[in-house]
Structure formats: C-alpha cells, structure tokens
C-alpha cells in the first residue's frame, strides 16, 4: 500500500472511505533516484519525492522544497491560505518523518504562504499519531464499519453507509447521533433502532431534552418505516430567488453567484469589484423583501457585506431552507445536506462534484482559464440552486395551504 498525506488524512476522517478509495488510488511511481542522489550530493530540492517503508506500507512525502542547511534539510511545504492552519502541523510531521526515516537529517520544518511563514515546532509530538495511524492501516484487511463525522455530508458513499447502518439498525443512522450519545442510549437500555423507535419520550426528556427526544424517536420510526415525518405543517414558501455563492477559501473569495429566477439559471462570476457591483445591482433591482432561499450556506452573510463594503443595505428576506426544513420535518437520511435530501425528493445532480472538488477546479480555471473547466463549476453551482428549489417545492407540498 502507498500512502500519501492525503490518503492519511482520508484515513484519519473515515477509515471505511480510505479502504472504499483504496482500489482507485493513483498508484505514482515514486522511486525516482535522481532526489536521492541530489540529497546525497547536498543539493536544495524543488518538488521531491522521498519514501520510505513502515509496517509494510510506503509511505510518499512530497514537500515543495527541501532546503540544505549545515545540520540537515530545512522542509518547506507551500500554502495558499491567508492563515496557518492546524492540520499544516500533522502535514509537517508527516512529511519530516518520511523524510527522518528514510535517512536524512530533518533541521526544521515550516509553511509558508504569501501571507505567512511559520516554523512548525511540534512535529515530533505529532509523530506517534502518524504511526499509529500507519499501524491501524496496516491491520485494515476488511471494509470497516461506518463511522459517521462531519464529511460523510460530501461523501459519494452515504447511500452505501446508509443501507449498512439500517441492515444492522445501527442507532449510528440518525443524524446527531455519534459514538456518545449511542453510549448514552445504550446506557438508558436502548441499543438500536427498533429500541429506539418504540422508545417513550419521557425514557429520553430527561437527558436530550422534549424537541431533540422527540426528534430521535420519530428519525429512528422515519428509517424504519421508510418515510417522511411531517413535526408540524410548514407554512406556504412565497415565489422568490434562490442562491448559492461559491467560495475560494484560501483567498476568501466569492467567486460566483448562481441564482434561480423563476426557473431560469442566471450567474455573475465576479473576479473584480465591478463584477461585485454587477450582483448587488441585480439584487437591488429585486422588489424590496423578496424572498431570497439559500441551503445551509454563508450567503446572507456575503451579500451582507457585499452591500456593506458599498455602504449600503440589502432589502431582500433570506430564507434559509434548511432551517424550515429541519423545523418541519423528519426524513430517512443520514446526513441533511442539499445532496442526500435533495436526491431523496428526486433530483438526478449532474456532476459528481463536492465544495473541496470545486476548489481545486477554481484553482485550475484561474490558471488556464479553460472553458470546460468553468463549465463544470457553473453545471455544479446550477444543480445547488435547482435542488433547493425542489426542497422548496417538497416543503410547499405539504404546506397548509397545499
Ligand atoms: S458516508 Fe461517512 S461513514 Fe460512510 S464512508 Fe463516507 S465518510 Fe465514511
């Protein structure tokens, strides 16, 4: 097996994806010479590759440079993040055990953006989470049992997980509950779904409390009858716009507006200020306390500041359709995200795309501005809007009004 950063980052967020992505791994060919007859030759390196084997897996650094110093390799991995983040210390510690064990004196190790440069400090007291991650990859021989987090949102095998959970009406299934709380309910003598099903409410008032007690039963009966729990019955969503703004992190940039306006996809990809001016004018033509829907998302936020930054106001009424949706119902999903409910009602996504593929794609665009690649962007960021609408439309359904 061959082990990337990545692929012990995927391993640390779920075990079962890393064993399901297994098989389609890039396999690189790694054993590439001429670095280590660089390093021996106390060369600087640009983008090696160094390896080295431990507990049967090979493990691949690639750092964006190796620099020589008196007493060993300085290591430089190279970010586009305004801020340093936590998870560039497991990387340092990755990519200066690799290199440790395969031989060559590590001096230091450091990130370095255009808007910072941080000495990683810590990467030996970070060392045995790497090992023992590669020790619990070696013993992995079969497919792991899921373990819900906060990815399983993006993740393409939600469905899969979802089937496994309920053949074993494992309490796992419902959203909100992770290996605690089952501890708790099992500790209260329920151990599955059924239990839970059947539970009383005032069995679980007294820990979860009356709404999320009742939320747990009525998920529980939601998978095991296979439907829709209407709480309370919504009331009629207004004829509005929907929104959905994707975002370049490490720049903070919100590179595109997508809106749905009366079924039509209409988009402003902003790359200047006076793109920005291009959206707040579309907005401002709306009649004022249009409703604007949005799925969960940041945008009243950005169009907040949008106008702000303008000194100006947004007149318009943000909805957020998650919120009415989670107010009013109970569904048979393990996640609440736009893709598993959506698909749920219905809704065939065209790309099979998430927020962090989005990212590296508007990477790539900015490079070489190639049309199939916005073109994709823009497909995804249509899906988003078109899905809330059928989120909205499945809310209506049962409205009082229907
Ligand atoms: S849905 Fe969640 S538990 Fe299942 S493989 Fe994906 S990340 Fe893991």
Request: aromatic share 12%; with cysteine; glycine share 4%.
């Amino acid at each position: 097996m061959v082990v990337s950063f990545e692929d012990l980052e995927d391993f640390l967020a779920c075990p079962k994806r890393f064993f399901k992505n297994l098989p389609k791994k890039e396999r690189m060919n790694f054993h590439n010479e001429t670095f280590s007859l660089l390093l021996k030759s106390g060369f600087s390196v640009e983008k090696p590759v160094v390896h080295c084997r431990v507990q049967e897996i090979e493990l691949v650094a690639m750092p964006d440079f190796l620099v020589k110093e008196a007493d060993g390799w300085r290591i430089i991995l190279k970010k586009t993040a305004k801020r340093f983040k936590d998870k560039y210390s497991l990387e340092a510690s990755f990519n200066a055990f690799v290199f440790s064990q395969a031989g060559w004196n590590v001096s230091s190790v450091e990130v370095h953006s255009d808007h910072f440069v941080r000495k990683v400090e810590n990467w030996r007291t970070l060392v045995p989470l790497v090992t023992s991650a590669v020790a619990s990859m070696s013993k992995l021989d079969s497919e792991p049992m899921p373990s819900p987090n906060r990815t399983c949102r993006h993740c393409e095998f939600i469905e899969d997980c979802e089937r496994e959970l309920l053949d074993k009406k494992s309490l796992l299934l419902v959203n909100g509950i992770g290996k605690e709380t089952e501890k708790v309910l099992k500790g209260l003598g329920i151990n599955d779904l059924e239990d839970l099903a059947a539970a009383s409410d005032e069995k679980l008032v007294g820990v979860f409390g009356p709404e999320r007690a009742k939320r747990l039963i009525y998920s529980a009966r939601s998978f095991l009858e296979e439907r829709v729990i209407v709480l309370e019955k919504p009331e009629k969503m207004p004829e509005g716009i929907v929104l959905d703004v994707e975002n370049y992190p490490p720049d903070e940039i919100d590179f595109l507006y997508g809106f749905l306006v009366r079924n039509e996809y209409r988009y402003f990809l902003v790359d200047n200020p006076q793109d920005e001016d291009r959206v707040v004018g579309f907005l401002e033509s709306l009649p004022k306390g249009s409703p604007v829907y949005h799925y969960h998302g940041p945008e009243q936020r950005k169009v907040d500041q949008l106008f702000r930054r303008r000194k100006r106001k947004f007149f318009g009424n943000f909805i957020d359709v998650y919120t009415v949706l989670r107010r009013h119902f109970v569904l048979p999903v393990f996640s609440y995200s736009l893709k598993r409910v959506a698909k749920l009602f219905g809704y065939q996504w065209r790309t099979n795309l998430n927020g962090y593929a989005i990212v590296n794609l508007y990477e790539k665009w900015v490079e070489t501005r190639e049309e199939s690649i916005i073109n994709l962007i823009l497909q995804y960021n249509e899906d988003d809007v078109r899905a809330t609408k059928v989120v909205i439309d499945f809310i209506n359904s049962h409205s009082s009004f229907s």
